[in-house]
């Protein structure tokens, strides 16, 4: 009898859990539709009005920092958040609980962090913004309330397969436990000076364990910062802040929706019809249109993983009955999902031009011929599959007509590349802003051309996008307190003078960073392995007089192969997960795919013409 009260309380909490979440998706969804709608209003006035605004770029940027962390609690709730399920794979089934259960109290322990030292920012905040004229007071609060919302979610969020009841709360004591005790002992731990030490040690620990990487980044700067006392962890709420307080980073969520919006809106299936047109004919037909529909989807989107789930659901099931195995499909898929990080508009580029302080138009051109090239690589990979295996056309040879018809059909598609390059390459827009125009751009040809936008797919398309963005944006804030250690301890000074001495010119640097960044790309998802990296290499590779943004054309071929390699392998992930295919198998038949990318990524690097010769035929 006593159980029929405890669970109707447990629906009830259950029922308000869900509303909460809900709700709050809606406040995000919100925040999202302002950081668009003022920066399309700043390119208005400026061209339309020919009137110059102040405030949209400042109200866009708060917009964005608040989404980001009430986002975080969403991902929270929802266990979205990028993480490395490396050790789960090699534990008994009956420790999973455990394990869980010492993940969320690690995710307590954060939350707490951020809600007590970021109410000591926010307490300590005395400055006014620029343009809206609010105390900054009001930014702050995003840390401290984002906290809590992660917290009240934990504590109703049950451990599967946990023997005791009230798990989440249990995790949420743990937690707060757990926070006590590396505030008070972690100067007995692991010393007042063991800073990077102990930041290494714990946030990559974490890592591996399976802690969301953003949380174990986090909690490693709170660890490094305790023994310093509270003045000191004010850096990571300010960091964190700071670092999404960024209109050049607003483009990612701007293209992650135009992303979003191009799936829903009809773009991908005209993008795949036009490719097959084109060269479906061929030996290894569905192959090679996998790779074009990439490509072309790519000068789109920016977004691999977008790219890689939509073609997925559309192409692999077809390869499939065409006589292609699943793993090689989903293979050749994630592989060629790659390019929407090398030709522009890349998130990738863009995360890189704001951390090194390149332009982002000259990464953009860089980027076409290397991304060009690594689209052959893989089409030729798909001919020498398909002779061996005896593929032959998967489609007749098309007409011209019906090639030109094809065409006509994507032609809005196919202008959108041209313009978001050659817009922010002549200045006539930044990054961020031809990310939104890209977003109003896909929603208009979704909704007036091609007719495929409605109320239900445009408001899943906005949930979509949303997702993703938290989960790749809180990556970055919390890697931002995680670098500002390493440059306070002098750790790029101490890597520079080390890889200074065993370099002895220029291509041996390059060649050393290349297996150091294909070695991090194993364990380290892109964007965060960028944040921590990019401030570091960046000293080093200009005291070498190499070009950096040739480096950055280099680094990110590098990280985009880390997210076809185990143990992360994201993009492999993202493609086993929507095809349910066994993600050992794709692995294994990833094999030949990464040889060519490999090859590409050393041919890169030694002929640095083909990054920057485009370059320097557009000009500076």
């Known amino acids: 009898m006593p159980t029929r009260p405890a669970n109707a309380a447990s629906r009830i909490i259950g029922a308000a859990t869900r509303y909460v979440d809900i709700a709050l998706e809606a406040v995000c969804i919100v925040l999202l539709t302002i950081a668009v709608s003022a920066t399309l209003t700043q390119v208005f006035f400026r061209y339309v009005l020919n009137a110059s605004l102040s405030w949209p770029e400042e109200l866009a940027r708060w917009a964005f920092v608040w989404l980001v962390f ?44 951020l809600v007590v030292h970021g109410a000591d ?39 599967p397969g946990f023997p005791v009841r009230f798990s989440g709360l249990l995790a949420c004591i743990l937690g707060v436990a757990l926070y006590f005790v590396f505030w008070y002992l972690a100067a007995a731990l692991f010393g007042a000076k063991a800073t990077t030490l102990s930041l290494m040690v714990i946030s990559l620990g974490l890592i591996l364990f399976g802690v969301p990487v953003a949380f174990s980044l986090i909690f490693g700067s709170f660890a490094a910062f305790a023994p310093k006392g509270a003045l000191m962890l004010l850096t990571i709420s300010q960091n964190m802040t700071a670092a999404l307080d960024s209109f050049s980073l607003l ?22 019809e036009l490719a097959t047109r084109l060269v479906g004919h061929l030996r290894g037909g569905l192959g090679h249109v996998n790779v074009l529909t990439n490509t072309m989807m790519a000068g789109v ?54 951390l090194a302080s390149v332009s982002v138009g000259a990464l953009f051109v860089a980027s076409i011929v290397p991304g060009i090239i690594v689209a052959l690589a893989l089409a030729l990979v798909v001919h020498i599959v398909a002779v061996r295996q ?43 802003e031809a990310g939104a125009m890209a977003a109003l751009y896909a929603l ?31 990556v970055i804030a919390a890697a931002s307190p995680f670098a500002w250690v390493l440059v306070t301890e002098q750790v790029p000074q101490t890597i520079a003078g080390a890889l200074g001495e065993i370099a002895t010119n220029p291509l041996m640097l390059l060649l050393l960073l290349n297996v150091f960044l294909l070695l991090t790309g194993l364990f380290m998802e892109m964007i ?14 200009l005291a070498a007089n190499i070009d950096p ?57 030694f002929f640095p013409v083909l990054s920057l010769g485009l370059t320097g035929l557009i000009g500076p």
């Not at 293209?255 to 991908?268: D, E, K, S």
């Not at 090639?403 to 002549?426: N, Q, S, T």
């Open 70 to 113: 009430l986002g975080m609690a969403i991902g929270v709730h929802r266990g979205s958040h990028i993480a490395i399920d490396l050790l789960a794979r090699f534990l008994p089934k009956g420790w999973l609980p455990y394990r869980a259960l010492t993940i969320n109290a690690v995710l307590a322990a954060t939350s707490v962090v």
């Open 121 to 159: 920012m926010v307490g300590r905040s005395t400055y006014v913004s620029p343009a809206l004229g609010l105390p900054f007071t009001y930014l702050y609060l995003a840390v401290p309330l984002g906290g809590a919302l992660s917290l009240f979610f934990l504590a109703q969020q049950p451990i």
């Open 251 to 272: 483009a990612i969520p701007f293209f992650i929706l135009a992303a979003a919006m191009m799936n829903v809106g009809g773009i991908t299936e005209r993008l795949i």
């Open 301 to 354: 989107s920016g977004s691999s993983m977008a790219d890689a789930a939509a073609i997925a659901k559309s192409l692999v099931p077809e390869m499939e009955r065409r006589g292609y195995s699943r793993p090689f499909s989903c293979a050749l898929t994630s592989s060629a999902g790659i390019l929407a990080n090398l030709i522009p508009p890349s998130l990738g580029l863009i995360i890189y031009g704001a």
């Open 390 to 432: 005896g593929f032959g056309a998967d489609t007749k040879r098309a007409s011209l007509g019906q090639r030109l018809a094809a065409a006509r059909i994507a032609l809005p598609a196919l202008v959108l590349p041209v313009l978001i390059v050659g817009g922010v390459r002549f200045g006539v827009f930044t990054a961020t």
């Open 444 to 474: 208009g040809c979704g909704i007036f051309i091609y007719r495929q936008v409605n109320v239900k797919n445009f408001i899943f398309a906005l949930r979509d996008a949303l997702s993703d963005t938290i989960a790749v944006m809180i």
């Open 528 to 541: 965060a392995a960028m944040v921590i990296l990019v401030p570091i290499f960046i000293p080093i590779i």
């Open 549 to 605: 943004v040739h480096f950055g054309v280099i680094v990110v071929i590098n990280l985009v192969i880390g997210a076809l390699t185990p143990p992360l392998g994201m993009l492999v992930f993202t493609t086993a997960r929507v095809t349910n295919t066994s993600v050992t198998d794709v692995f294994r038949a990833m094999i030949p795919f990464l040889v060519a990318l490999i090859i590409v990524l050393m041919l890169v690097t």
